[in-house]
Structure formats: structure tokens, C-alpha cells
């Protein structure tokens, strides 16, 4: 039986993909924790009573955020090529854009900025999006060529996924947003 516990990291610091040891306090550690911290709050929604289709594009989602996180673990960017569930691709980036369309579709124009909350489901997406932007930052921190262009897009995208989201569960239990 494998330990869950190592003791590699009880000195402060972390391997990546490559085999290399940083600081657990290095950019590209706080940018997939992020990640990481996402992902939990993503699980945290879905234990929710979130609609049913809802609830399977967050799970995509989090698959894909383990598939992010070992990106960002990967300073060499080899993994992708290795590892083809931990590749991201446009078509992904593309996939999140028409979640978005299909719900946005539904919901009623927004003329203002809203305050988040509504549901506890709707209030926890709202949550979740601004981690989401949080990890975008730590991800962009990273600096140039540290990472793959698509992991930003994809961040990125997926924040307004999870504001369409939190509107569209709102919506569907028909809690009214408050406008600001």
C-alpha cells in the first residue's frame, strides 16, 4: 500500500512534472493551487441541487482542470504530448463558448451589472467565478512563454461560463438578480 504522505515537501518545497524542485510559494505552485482551489469550490456547486445539464458540464469541467493543473505543473510543456488526458485543446476553449451561448440563449438580456447571490447554487458559482479569475492572474503572473497560450483562454472563458451559469440557475429557480 502506497502512503499518502511523502515527507519530500515537509522542507517547503514541491516536484513538478519534470522533476524539478521549487518553492511551495513559487509562481507556477500558487497559479495550479489556484487551479486546485477552483476545482474544489466547482465540487462544492455540484453537491448542490444544480440542474442536471448543469451539473454535467461542471463535471467536464473539473476533468479538465486536473488536465490544467498538470499543464501548469509542467514547466517544459511535455506532458500534453504524453499524457492525453492531461491535453487541452481549442476545441475545449470552443466547447465552453457554446455552453455559454446555450444558456446565455435562455436567460434575459443583461442591462446592468448584477450583485452575486440568488441561490445557494447560483451564489456558489458567483464564488467560484471570481476564484476563477483569481487562478487567471496567478496563472498570467507566471509570465511569458511559462505556460500555453490556450491555458489562459481557456481560464478566461471559463470565468464567463460560470457567470452565465450562476444566472442560468437563478434563472431556472426563478430568483431575481439584483441589479447594481
Not at 514547466?75 to 455552453?99: T, Y
Request: neutral net charge; proline residues 4%; aromatic residues 6%.
Amino acid at each position: 500500500m502506497t502512503r499518502i504522505y511523502t515527507k519530500s515537501g515537509d522542507a517547503g518545497e514541491t516536484g513538478l512534472f519534470d522533476g524539478t524542485r521549487v518553492s511551495k510559494a513559487d509562481l507556477r505552485v500558487d497559479a495550479y493551487g489556484a487551479v486546485d482551489e477552483l476545482n474544489a469550490w466547482l465540487g462544492l456547486v455540484r453537491a448542490e441541487q444544480v440542474p442536471a445539464d448543469v451539473g454535467d458540464m461542471l463535471a467536464s469541467i473539473q476533468v479538465q482542470l486536473f488536465a490544467l493543473g498538470a499543464l501548469l505543473a509542467d514547466p517544459r510543456h511535455r506532458i500534453a504530448s504524453r499524457v492525453q488526458k492531461a491535453a487541452l485543446g481549442d476545441q475545449d476553449v470552443v466547447r465552453l463558448e457554446n455552453w455559454i451561448d446555450e444558456l446565455d440563449l435562455k436567460l434575459p438580456p443583461l442591462r446592468r451589472f448584477i450583485l452575486p447571490g440568488g441561490t445557494r447554487a447560483g451564489a456558489l458559482l458567483h464564488l467560484a467565478r471570481t476564484v476563477c479569475r483569481r487562478a487567471e492572474r496567478r496563472i498570467v503572473a507566471i509570465g511569458p512563454g511559462g505556460f500555453e497560450p490556450l491555458v489562459v483562454t481557456y481560464v478566461n472563458r471559463l470565468s464567463d461560463l460560470l457567470f452565465v451559469m450562476a444566472r442560468a440557475v437563478n434563472d431556472r429557480a426563478a430568483v431575481p438578480e439584483t441589479e447594481w
